[in-house]
């Protein structure tokens, strides 16, 4: 087993495991997506067995004025076949590892309000629920 960055080959394997997470994304709009936040650093990295993509995080290092210099953590999501195995809870600590390195002051994430289950995983692995996000359709 071992974690490390994916690459763009890969993003067949990703989006087979980030789709259980981001259901209303086909694979061409997702596709896209990922060419185009290749500008802001967006990183890949997933914890593998083998050829398996057991967990995945998509993350950038970000700077702003209330978070500082950060790690944004835009997805995170265990592969519905491991959850329960403790693969979430050693990406955290990756991502710890991963943000202290980058010179982050803190780990940032955004999550659904119907997702109770993550929010109790992310607040006992050490996250405090901080603000609401707000969203408007334009």
């Known amino acids: 087993m071992q974690i490390r960055e994916l690459d763009l080959k890969e993003l067949v394997t990703v989006f087979d495991v980030l789709s259980q997470l981001r259901t209303e ?14 500008s802001m650093e967006y990183k890949m990295i997933g914890i593998m067995e083998g050829e398996a993509l057991l967990c ?62 993550a929010h109790k995983f992310y607040e006992k692995n050490g996250f405090a629920k901080k603000s609401f996000v707000f969203l408007k359709s334009v």
């Open 25 to 38: 994304l086909d694979y061409d709009e997702f596709e896209d997506l990922i060419y185009e936040m290749r």
């Open 56 to 117: 995945y995080a998509g993350v950038a290092v970000q700077t702003n004025l209330y978070h500082k210099r950060h790690l944004f953590v835009f997805d995170l999501v265990t592969d519905e076949k491991y959850r329960g195995s403790g693969y979430g809870k050693m990406m955290l600590e990756y991502l710890h590892d991963y943000a202290k390195m980058g010179m982050c002051k803190n780990i940032v994430l955004s999550s659904g309000f119907q997702r109770e289950e």
